[in-house]
């Protein structure tokens, strides 16, 4: 259009130039200014084209930015139109689909988590069942219901059966608290309430597995800040039970822990916890544990012990990072108060395990919930970059015990002693190996003194 105009006065000059100074006396004013008006009405109309040409390329550029795909944080902006009734949203990548309104009050992510498990038993007294199996497979789906509200739904299917995992509504109203109604894990015990994707052994500890419990319907409220955490709950059983026609156990829970080490900024971490859970059972009672293995038979095991009055589980949390260092430690003592004529017993339990990136990464720490998070490597495994992940090692021993003579219950004690290897290959995909040796004494519930090894592997993926 600049050239039209251009055109336009380049040939009203070359008109007036080439007029005759002798006939510039026979042009009249009345015919230059009818000249001028024709000419100011034609760059009137040409600026009004420009200015439609304008607003149509700003109109597609604003269109072309809706669909525009942010390199940084992989997000696209869906512009939808008024035929579709939809309003605008966001779709993220990381590194499942999350889709979000343009507000961020309401969302929708779809996860899930696959641990593909082999194990082998080098069999002591007792023929336990070496396989490859799907210790867990789970899917699931999260998000936001408005400003203060979140949700969570999570299927497991490991096993080769369904169970309820995490299905829970959480208000986040108030500042540095929220608060869980639905299916969930009490807040007792620091490994139990690490995730599975980022547990350092390939399964909890044996005294983890005798004194806590995985997830259960109830309120949990749980508060937090970069360095501590607290959590208090009330809870009934686990949602998939419908096998008794008694009234179901009421179980109290707190879980409270502080990173000394932050109170002076410092990226390390000293952990220091504690737990306690009141549990009223309406029937029987029975704490059992395998050697570090999903599969398997539980080689002490106290059998249903029953007329019990209420039982309480304590336990002392201990953690350590110092760079590429870790250690972990927890301890349980758990007292079961029987009715009358039966005398109560008291069984105990610890565990401490160590581990080195040998790659130089930091296992992360959540000081707002007390927890272990996910590893990263520094570079995911690429061979034909020259990068090959993380690499971690790192041991375990343990120590269950459920006998009490005096209370004539005998479950037996084991020990165990673990060697393991972790490799990362990217943050969402983890290579381990695991030995583990056990020791069990005399144990009438299971087979006297077996002392099997385990040989665990797993390949883990979420999303």
Request: aromatic share 10%; hydrophobic share 35%; charged share 20%.
């Amino acid at each position: 259009m600049i050239k039209r105009l251009g055109l336009y006065a380049s040939v009203s000059a070359i008109i007036l130039l080439s007029t005759p100074c002798t006939k510039a006396a026979d042009i009249s004013i009345e015919q230059i200014q009818a000249q001028l008006s024709a000419l100011s009405a034609e760059v009137k109309s040409l600026s009004k084209t420009v200015k439609q040409q304008n607003e149509r390329i700003k109109q597609k550029e604003a269109e072309l930015n809706v669909y525009k795909l942010n390199s940084t944080d992989s997000v696209t902006n869906i512009q939808s139109t008024k035929n579709n009734g939809l309003g605008n949203v966001k779709i993220t990548m990381k590194p499942s689909p999350r889709i979000e309104s343009q507000d961020g009050k309401f969302s929708f992510q779809p996860f899930g988590r696959v641990h593909l498990d082999a194990t082998h038993f080098n069999d002591d007294k007792f023929d336990h069942s070496s396989n490859a199996n799907f210790r867990r497979a789970r899917l699931g789906f999260k998000g936001k219901l408005g400003d203060d509200f979140n949700y969570k739904s999570e299927m497991g299917f490991g096993g080769e059966k369904a169970n309820f995992k995490d299905i829970f509504l959480s208000y986040t109203g108030f500042e540095n608290i929220d608060i869980k109604v639905g299916h969930q894990k009490p807040s007792f015990g620091m490994e139990q309430n690490t995730s599975s994707n980022y547990i350092m052994m390939i399964e909890r500890s044996s005294p983890t597995n005798a004194f806590t419990r995985d997830h259960e319907i109830g309120l949990n409220v749980l508060a937090g800040g970069d360095s501590w955490s607290f959590g208090v709950g009330v809870f009934n059983e686990d949602g998939g039970n419908t096998g008794t026609d008694d009234d179901e156990d009421i179980t109290y829970d707190l879980r409270g822990s502080v990173n000394l080490l932050a109170l002076g900024d410092s990226e390390n971490v000293l952990h220091l916890g504690a737990g306690y859970s009141h549990r009223e059972p309406t029937g029987s009672v029975r704490f059992r544990a395998r050697p570090g293995a999903g599969d398997g038979s539980h080689l002490v095991d106290t059998g249903n012990i029953t007329f019990v009055k209420n039982v309480s589980v304590y336990s002392a949390e201990l953690a350590v990072i110092y760079g590429p260092f870790s250690l972990q430690s927890e301890y349980f003592n758990a007292n079961v108060s029987r009715n009358e004529g039966n005398k109560s017993a008291n069984f105990e339990g610890y565990y401490g395990q160590i581990g080195y990136l040998l790659t130089g990464e930091r296992r992360p720490y959540k000081g707002i919930t007390g927890n272990f998070g996910r590893v990263k490597p520094h570079s995911s495994f690429s061979p034909h970059n020259g990068d090959w992940g993380a690499w971690e090692i790192l041991t375990r021993y343990d120590s269950t015990d459920l006998n009490d003579a005096l209370s004539g219950i005998m479950g037996g004690k084991m020990e165990t002693l673990s060697f393991g290897v972790n490799w990362y290959l990217t943050n969402h995909v983890r290579f381990m190996a695991n030995v583990v040796n056990a020791d069990s004494d005399l144990n009438v519930a299971t087979v006297a003194n077996d002392d099997p090894t385990v040989y665990n592997f797993r390949l883990q993926w979420d999303f």
